[in-house]
């Protein structure tokens, strides 16, 4: 017990720290397996497995030996999960709703809200926006006469705004049609009838305190601080998401023990002094008794659940917290890995959907290597020589990502290759924006100047963390492909556990300076890519590209390169993720000419990822601004960027570094058009590089095809065609005969209800003698290569990006 104290005479409060107590994690991987396999076999089949179990485990508890014991408790913990969850599906089934559901009829229902309302992104319908959805969760208590407690979710289309202000526990009257499963679609605005109850509308006025005290700072830090705080992430932009996602930083943003954990390190001071009379903190400098600290300690705790809402993920996060408590309370890891498991036990058993939860698992998992593999690698880096907080940091980062990455390429398809590094750097700043946050929150109701002036110092680790991913994110090599699924996940975990077995060798070799200097070059090598990289190593795009359609489903984003990091882009897809996906790993940091075929959502909606983090020198547009909502907010978004916005007209000729083109379509006035709408005003391109020739067609409907073939007799036969409208039937035979391309591209959706590309059109194209390829099937595809004989196509595959 004494053996590793500094001094000859011990230590002053020893600590047997020895091996992780692993007797509660069987029980506790029991119950979470049954809760979320039962569901999968049905009530009657469940409660038979459930039945056929206890009385296994009551063979087993006869026996009264060790092994027979502890098997005979995961039994009767897979027991209570598998029942648990039984009970929890009867919910859904009991009560009239659910049969109204399946018949989709439309009832007026009394429902009580349980969660904070969000906003959908709005989703892109062919030409046009699907209207504003907020999505509320709720509990219905009341159909018609009927008294019942059944889980819903509210889609409600307009008047958004008032019932995103809606807080939980307030009782809303909808109208609504009910659909499969348990969702109730209304319209107009929410009928309160019933007002939240004091303890929310105290918790909601600490929120918008803590909104308002971050309404002057900049932008990335006044999205951010929220989150971070109380996990409030309505006002986090979509590029900031998606950067966060990049890094592996998302987990700052969502309500976590951590959170928790740096409030109480602040009432009881460092780990492993809360009981001793040298102990600090709030509470040591207070005078406050133990008994009276855990009073407090535990009241912070009822707040934290209540101002961050105690849905399952918040009661989740302060489990977790509680559990880091303990360890800053004793000092000890042993007595934590049975803390974890029993926390997810009593979760899983008090709401059995946890049980089926990304989010949870992601936390458990994060949790348990930091209790179990973190102190290992950390003390083995410590004997290599590293000095104990790097190490421990190190360690950290590298345990919680190793068993969460099979999990997080099971939901996104991608490996980040920066998580480590950017978690490392963000983490001092956490503690820092989180207190300051805090504090922030806690003041705002007292005083919105004090709240403020706390906000702008939580800016300053607020701005760092944003910077981080932002940052770690525009690195080319920052996300690599991986196989989603269960497979990849699979492989991913094999891999892992072969790269620390291996690891081991790693870290004896670290006293090599140069062996170190060795593994440092080639990560950063394959971070930054200054040259490109071999096709089996870099995968998509292929060096030396000309031309690449990127796959942002069902629309329009085609990059022509114009030189290193340079390239004219043609619209940009209905969503602005996959198109600077999509850009960032063409590498292409400066766009000379941005042009917009027409102004269908599908085709310009994604224009902010574009110009996220990019030089655009113009914008070049069709002349017919239809639909008008959609043209004027390209204007506004292109003048909050000042950016000017250009015509394009037939007869015009550009030149953009290697690349070459010339407008075949539209005419110079929207008079000019063919009266069949937006897609025959869509600009079509002749462009001419390397070598190659591309048409492009934009969602040119017969009628303007047929003019663009009278107005241009020459045109050449092309080597790429971007097939018009997504492949659609409607094509001009005569222009397509006349053109007799090579490659056929068609940029298309999977699952489009549209029916693209057309089964008709692709026969042709083939008929014609050319090879077709489809976003929808092949993903992103790129053209390299110099002239028709050297032109070569090289596709990513439905998981490339």
């Known amino acids: 017990m004494h053996a590793a104290a500094a001094s000859p005479l011990g230590a002053s409060h020893p600590r047997q720290e020895g091996p992780p107590d692993w007797r509660l994690v069987g029980p506790a991987l029991a119950v979470w397996g049954a809760a ?38 995961a039994l009767l913990c897979a027991a209570a999960g598998a029942a648990a969850a039984v009970m929890k599906g009867a919910d859904l089934r009991r009560g009239p709703l659910p049969a109204m559901a399946q018949a989709r009829a ?48 509210v889609f409600a289309q307009g008047r958004t705004g008032a019932w995103l202000a809606l807080v939980p526990s307030t009782r809303v009257e909808v109208h609504a049609r009910l659909a499969p499963p348990l969702l109730l679609r209304t319209q107009g605005s929410p009928n309160v009838v019933a007002a939240p109850s004091a303890y929310q509308r105290f918790a909601a006025r600490l929120r918008s305190g803590l909104r308002l005290a971050a309404a002057p700072l900049p932008r990335d830090a006044r999205a951010l601080l929220p989150g971070l705080v109380v996990g409030d992430t309505s006002a986090l932009p979509a590029d900031l998401k998606e950067d966060f996602k990049a890094t592996d930083l998302a987990h700052l943003t969502a309500v976590s023990g951590a959170n928790l954990t740096i409030v109480l390190v602040l009432l009881i001071g460092p780990a492993g002094t809360a009981t001793l009379v040298e102990r600090h903190g709030m509470a040591a400098a207070l005078g406050l008794s133990l008994r009276w600290t855990a009073v407090v300690g535990g009241t912070v705790t009822a707040a934290f659940v209540l101002v961050c ?5 918040v009661l989740r996060a302060a489990a977790c917290g509680l559990i880091t408590l303990l360890a800053i309370g004793t000092g000890r890891r042993r007595s934590l890995l049975p ?4 926390a997810v036990i009593a979760l899983v058993l008090y709401d059995p959907d946890l049980a089926r939860s990304y989010g ?22 410590r004997a290599r020589g590293m000095r104990p907080r790097p190490a421990e940091a190190l360690a950290a980062a590298e345990a919680a990502q190793a068993v969460c990455g099979p999990v997080i390429v099971l939901l996104s398809a991608h490996l980040s290759l920066v998580a480590v590094p950017c978690n490392l750097l963000a983490e001092p700043a956490v503690g820092a924006a989180t207190v300051l946050g ?14 403020r002036a706390l906000g702008w110092l939580a800016a300053g680790p607020t701005m760092w963390i944003a910077a981080v991913a932002r940052n770690g994110a525009a690195l080319p090599g920052a996300v690599i492909g991986w196989p989603g699924g269960w497979r990849g996940a699979a ?17 004896t070799s670290l006293r090599r300076p140069w062996l170190v200097a060795v593994c440092a070059l080639v990560l950063l090598v394959g971070l930054m890519r200054p040259v490109p990289l071999p096709r089996p190593v870099a995968g998509w795009p292929p060096a030396g590209w000309r031309f690449a359609m990127c796959d942002v489903g069902q629309g329009d984003a085609l990059v022509l390169s114009s030189g290193p990091g340079a390239a004219v882009v043609v619209d940009t897809g209905p969503d602005p993720a996959p198109v600077d996906r999509c850009l960032r790993k063409l590498g292409v940091r400066t766009i000379p000419l941005l042009i917009l075929t027409h102004f269908h959502a599908d085709h310009v909606d994604g224009l902010p990822g574009v110009l996220r983090g990019r030089r655009v020198g113009a914008i070049e547009t069709t002349v017919l601004d239809d639909p008008a909502p959609q043209a004027a907010r390209v204007r506004r978004e292109a003048a909050a960027a000042r950016i000017p916005v250009l015509r394009a007209a037939a007869g015009e000729r550009r030149r953009s570094g290697r690349l070459d083109w010339q407008v075949l379509w539209p005419p110079p006035t929207a008079g000019e058009l063919p009266d069949d709408g937006p897609n025959d005003a869509s600009v079509a391109l ?4 390397g070598g190659l020739t591309l048409l492009l067609m934009g969602d040119l409907e017969p009628p303007a095809q047929e003019e663009v073939l009278s107005q241009e007799p020459d045109l050449p036969r092309v080597d790429v065609l971007k097939v018009a409208h997504h492949g659609s039937a409607y094509q001009d035979p005569a222009l397509l005969a006349r053109l007799r391309p090579r490659l056929a591209l068609i940029s298309v959706g999977a699952g489009n209800p549209y029916g693209h590309p057309s089964v008709r059109t692709v026969t042709e194209l083939r008929a014609l003698g050319a090879v077709v390829l489809r976003t929808d099937i092949d993903g992103p595809i790129a053209v390299a290569g110099d002239g028709p004989a050297g032109m070569r196509t090289v596709v990513a595959g439905r998981h490339g990006i």
């Open 491 to 507: 492989l991913l975990a094999v891999f892992t556990a072969a790269a620390a077995v291996c690891g081991g060798r790693l870290v």
């Open 309 to 313: 809402r105690p849905g399952p993920s």
């Open 36 to 73: 979320a396999m039962a569901p999968r076999f049905g009530p009657f089949r469940a409660l038979a497995a459930v039945g056929a179990v206890v009385a296994l485990a009551a063979v087993l508890l006869g026996r009264r030996r060790g092994l027979a014991l502890a098997a005979a408790a």
């Open 438 to 451: 805090f504090a922030a929150l806690v003041c705002a109701p007292v005083s919105l100047i004090a709240a």
């Open 360 to 381: 949870f698992a992601l936390s458990v998992l994060a949790t348990g290597s930091l209790l179990t593999l973190a102190p290992r690698w950390s003390a083995a880096l």
């Open 339 to 342: 803390a974890l498991a029993a």
């Open 686 to 689: 002749l462009v001419r590089t």
């Open 106 to 153: 439309t009832a007026e229902v009394e429902v009580r809200v349980t969660g904070d309302p969000f906003e959908l992104r709005p989703r892109v319908m062919g030409a046009v926006a699907a209207p504003p959805t907020v999505v509320v969760p709720a509990v219905a208590e009341k159909v018609g006469t009927n008294r019942i407690r059944t889980p819903v979710t």
